[in-house]
């Protein structure tokens, strides 16, 4: 029905993982880092869709459900963290913690 | 419907540009809102309109009102802005650009190179298919995503009390 | 019968193992009962297995009590033998042992380390035991190692004095020359012969050895060695007069009647193999000889009373050597049995004099003691007698023996004996200069010290001083163990010469008396002269071999040591961590605990491994 190719699907996954994956190497912001993996988790998602919709299967939106519910509990979690940080350091810099220092 | 595809696309692409580059928090999350949405369309363009909704509501509504309720309480103001750009000067973005732009220069070919051997028509799967495969042989997949959140919901909770 | 030889090193090792194990925690008196106790039960032991040996010296009793050790061909058993030598050894060392056990409890018995001193003295008998009953020359080496761990020991018996322990080590370093000798005289016997056991190993070697032969001059020469430093003899006799560090009765046991003459058995039992190279024979002769003249003139000149024994005490064994090289074995193992009463008795004496005048060494600041110290004074006196050789007292048969054999030896027998008797004259000299500066003319300190006394102290004086007089008509099983001519048979000397002989140690103890005595001419009148001036700070350091090791090969040795602190060679070793820890650090750096940096790694990581593949695609 449409004419998409799978590849231009896959290729947009791809970008937006890639811009996710520079604003995780980049950014200091904590709150930053977390939204940048947002991006990459959606991208991951995008993938799964776009190759569901290829083979007219049902089976990549439910892994979209599975990462919809991972991205959710891990968004969860990852801002009680940065509460928790803000709280005790007063910054939201990711340097700050730098405990795993050899 | 491929012109659908088309625009989401790269509505996406640079409104997720301008979340990584934005130096004020709040900017970003609406930049990411927007980026959703338009990932949402991208689905809608798919053939998958379950998904697309819950893109929409969950994504861009439900986690991100969650990001926004976060940054307010920070209450990041005008100096958290100058302390972002100070820590984004130009030269930061020059190995981390580099480093996946070769990522991307192996990748794209790759998946070019794949497609092209089975290229067929999209063909739109309901929320009907969708359900039936979920609550079918993924019943236990969902019942390990609601443990999943409720862990999630636990340890939020503690990690974020005082 | 034969069990109880076994029983004989048994019972003082199963003392030490009581007095080790206690730690110092049982009272003073189960220490003395189990210290003394231990050597006083092995004498009877010693006694009732000497009894018919001594009736019929042929008699061997043989024990094996296990195999050892088995390499190969090898086999070392651990067996014991008594033979006619064996018997004088065993009763000389748990007789005057004993002896000097029991005095020992009295002596020692304000020392803090009570316990430890009776642990090791059990556990040197032990080893001496064993060294003399020992069947072949590994279970020997076993002993003679052992003797030498606890002279080591009981010489830094008082550790805290930092000068003790430099004597214990010296000790335990120059004997250690010696054994290093006799360790390779073995190792050439056991590959040549195919063998170490005793009877096994003299069999073969005068089956496959010619008289004069290289190997056996090899042989001979390394055992010498070993005999050599045990025994104090020149040219490692340096240690012994610093030996005298530890306690009195260490010196008496060890340092006079036991295991210094351990080199003396040692010859003795392998006096086969001797035979076999007359030419090291002779050269034991003159060792023997130059080191009983050195070590005379020496004592001449020492003021510390225990010094002054300890050189009398080298003297002695030269004698015993130098019958050793004339062939005279049963004369010189005589001369080792008198000698350990009559030395015990001087030392015992001594502890005796240097505790009652508060640990006083000095012999010139005594003088004038008969009287504070009677039964020292008696002890000195008959023991300087004995050791002088006045006729008809123990030392004197023995002596006599060695220079009527030294004067029928063939080759430079005439030599031999005037040097023996020019010892003798020395020996006369320096023994009664100690009697009469020690216990004659006036007091010159310690006016009013008391002699310590009591029945542990003064009973075994007696005993020895008993023994020291007649020890001489004692007679000893050996004739079966050294063959005819070992033996001392009828001496055809002219009454002359006899005469001369019985007249040298008179003649030192007139020229004592003289200087000494009465004063006719004073010691300082003498050294007034430079020569005089001269020779006496020559003899007092000892013939300066002290001075000359300490130039040869101490300061090299420690030279090197310097040079090499840092263990050149253990920094190519050392490398290898030094690498490790240089890596270490370099990945260390890398781990900054910045989220971002690990990030990038991942990343970076990831991208060098696709290219990595991907290029590998492409070739």
């Known amino acids: 029905m449409s004419l998409i190719p799978l590849e231009h699907g896959i290729a947009l996954a791809g970008l937006l993982f890639a811009i996710g994956l520079v604003g995780v190497m980049t950014r200091r912001n904590i709150v930053f880092v977390l939204m940048s993996l947002e991006i990459m988790l959606n991208s991951a998602g995008l993938a799964f869709v776009v190759a569901g919709a290829h083979h007219a299967s049902a089976e990549g939106q439910v892994m979209f459900l599975m990462i919809l519910t991972l991205a959710a509990a891990e968004v969860a979690v990852g801002l009680g963290l940065i509460i928790q940080l803000y709280r005790r350091f007063k910054t939201t810099d990711i340097e700050v913690l730098s405990a795993l220092k050899g | 419907m491929s012109e659908l595809f088309y625009a989401g696309g790269l509505i996406a692409i640079v409104s997720t540009l301008l979340v990584i580059v934005q130096s004020n928090v709040v900017h970003a999350l609406i930049y990411l809102v927007l980026s959703l949405l338009a990932v949402a369309v991208v689905f809608f363009s798919l053939g998958a309109p379950f998904v697309a909704l819950l893109e929409a509501i969950v994504y861009a509504g439900a986690i991100m009102v969650l990001f926004l309720f976060v940054v307010m309480m920070l209450n990041l103001g005008q100096a958290s802005r100058d302390q972002e750009r100070a820590w984004l000067p130009p030269r930061v973005w020059i190995v981390p650009c580099t480093l996946v732009l070769v990522l991307l220069g192996m990748l794209l070919p790759q998946i070019f190179e794949i497609a092209a051997v089975t290229n067929s028509p999209f063909v739109e799967v309901g929320v009907k298919a969708v359900s039936a495969e979920l609550f079918g042989p993924y019943v236990l997949a969902v019942e390990l995503g609601s443990f999943l959140l409720l862990a999630g919901l636990i340890s939020a909770y503690h990690i974020a009390k005082r | 019968m034969s069990e109880s030889l076994g029983l004989l090193p048994a019972l003082p090792l199963l003392g030490f193992l009581i007095l080790a194990l206690s730690g110092g925690k049982l009272p003073k008196t189960v220490v003395a009962l189990v210290g003394a106790g231990s050597i006083g039960l092995a004498f009877l032991v010693a006694l009732n297995l000497a009894l018919p040996i001594i009736a019929d010296d042929s008699l061997i009793v043989r024990e ?223 060792i023997g000889l130059a080191t009983l003249l050195l070590a005379g003139f020496t004592a001449m000149t020492q003021h510390d009373i225990k010094r002054i024994l300890a050189y009398s005490t ?170 005819a001519h070992g033996q001392a048979g009828e001496h055809t000397v002219s009454a002359a010469l006899h005469a001369v002989m019985i007249a040298a140690p008179l003649l030192g103890m007139l020229a004592s008396y003289l200087v000494y005595g009465i004063g006719l001419i004073a010691p300082d009148t003498i050294l007034r002269s430079g020569v005089a001036r001269g020779l006496h700070t020559f003899w007092f350091s000892g013939w300066g071999f002290d001075w000359v090791y300490q130039r040869v090969f101490v300061a090299p040795f420690l030279w090197l040591a310097r040079l ?56």
């Not at chain 3, 210094?260 to 024979?281: D, I, K, M, N």
């Not at chain 3, 000195?380 to 006599?400: E, Q």
């Not at chain 3, 920094?571 to 940096?597: I, M, P």
């Not at chain 3, 991208?607 to 991907?614: M, S, Y």
Request: include cysteine.
């Open chain 3, 64 to 286: 094996t009590l296990y195999t050892w050790m088995a390499v190969g061909s090898f086999e070392a058993q651990f067996g014991l033998t008594l033979d006619g030598l064996s018997t004088v050894m065993i009763l000389v060392i748990t007789g005057v042992g004993f002896l000097i056990h029991l005095y020992s409890t009295g002596f020692m018995a304000d020392d803090p380390s009570y316990s430890r001193f009776f642990a090791i003295m059990n556990l040197f008998v032990a080893s001496m035991l064993i060294l003399v009953l020992a069947d072949n020359l590994l279970l020997l080496y076993l002993g003679w190692e052992g003797v030498g761990l606890c002279s080591y020991l009981l010489i830094g018996f008082w550790y805290v004095d930092p000068k003790n322990g430099y004597a214990a080590r010296k000790a335990f370093v120059t004997t250690r020359v010696g054994d290093t000798s006799m360790a390779l005289g073995l190792l050439l016997l056991f590959t040549q012969l195919g063998s170490l056991d005793i009877q096994e190993l003299m069999q073969a070697a005068v089956a496959n050895w010619s008289v004069g032969s290289g190997l056996a001059i090899a042989a001979t020469l390394l055992l010498l060695g070993g005999a050599v430093g045990k025994s104090a003899q020149l040219p490692l006799q340096t240690w012994l007069p610093d030996a005298m560090a530890g306690p009195t009765p260490i010196s008496a046991l060890i340092h006079a009647a036991t295991m210094v003459t351990a080199g003396v058995y040692l010859v003795a039992r392998t006096h086969v193999l001797f035979e076999l190279a007359p030419s090291v024979q002779l050269l034991v002769a003159c």
């Open chain 3, 314 to 483: 080298i003297s002695q064994i030269g004698y015993m050597f130098l019958g050793l090289g004339v062939g005279a074995w049963s004369a010189s193992v005589f001369h080792l049995m008198t000698h350990a009463f009559f030395k015990a008795l001087l030392f015992l004496a001594a502890g005796t004099v240097i505790l009652s005048l508060h640990h006083e060494h000095d012999i010139f600041k005594m003088g004038g003691k008969r009287r504070q110290l009677p039964i020292a004074f008696a002890s000195f006196l008959i023991g300087s007698l004995a050791l002088a050789a006045f006729p008809f007292t123990s030392g004197y048969f023995s002596k006599d023996e060695i220079l009527l054999a030294a004067l029928e030896f063939e080759t430079y027998g005439t030599w031999l004996w005037l040097g023996g008797v020019i010892g003798a004259v020395l020996t006369g000299f320096y023994s009664f200069r100690l009697v009469f500066v020690v216990f004659f003319g006036g007091s010159n300190g310690h006016h009013d010290a008391r002699e310590v006394t009591g029945f542990s102290m003064a009973a075994p004086l007696f005993v020895l001083m008993l023994l020291a007089l007649v020890g001489g008509f004692l007679t000893q099983p050996t004739a079966a163990v050294f063959g």
């Open chain 3, 564 to 619: 090499n602190k840092h263990d050149i060679f253990d920094s190519v070793v050392s490398l290898l961590v030094r690498l490790t820890e240089t890596a270490n650090e370099l990945l260390a750096r890398s781990q900054t605990g910045s989220l971002r940096w690990y990030v990038l790694s991942v990343v970076g990581g990831m991208v060098v491994v696709l290219l990595a593949t991907d290029l590998g695609g492409l070739l």
